[in-house]
């Protein structure tokens, strides 16, 4: 006897029944809600494509909050007459670059403005971007140069 394709029939266990939901109450289980609760966007059709993951509400509720204001203007470092005393030799001139060797200056900030406080005895050259009065009145006075760098 020869099989035709009528005859096949699929495996009885090879296909779980779909349960149909959301169609009345009597017709089949379960009805009224279909198991989706009242409202909101897990109970209406399609409403699962747009859902997140819960969890990411408490991993963002960790991250501080950001508050004020970003700083465009570079940092400027200060320093005091005093400090250039301790840190520098007779007739040496000062610049950046030793500032940052001698640690006065941090990294990030890119300018340096040189206050007048404490007592200036020795001849420097100083470069910097800014120079207060009284500062820039005692490095003359003790012999030095005041040289402006461009901004």
């Given amino acids: 006897m020869a099989i035709n394709l009528s005859q096949l029939k699929p495996n009885p266990n090879s296909r779980k ?61 200060i320093i005091n007459l005093d400090l250039l005393e301790k840190k520098f030799k007779e007739g040496e001139t000062i610049n950046l670059n030793k500032l940052k060797t001698a640690g006065l200056l941090k990294n990030n900030h890119k300018k340096v403005k040189i206050l007048g406080q404490g007592n200036l005895k020795k001849k420097l050259t100083v470069q910097a971007h800014f120079f207060s009065k009284s500062a820039e009145q005692a490095i003359t006075k003790a012999g030095g140069k005041v040289i402006k760098m461009e901004k």
């Fill in 17 to 77: 029944k779909r349960k149909r939901i959301g169609r009345g109450n009597n017709s089949s289980d379960p009805g009224t809600y279909s198991g989706r609760g009242i409202k909101g966007q897990r109970s209406r059709s399609g409403g699962k494509k747009g859902l997140k993951v819960k969890g990411i509400k408490n991993i963002i509720k960790g991250f501080p909050k950001k508050r004020g204001f970003k700083r465009n203007t570079p940092q400027i470092s």
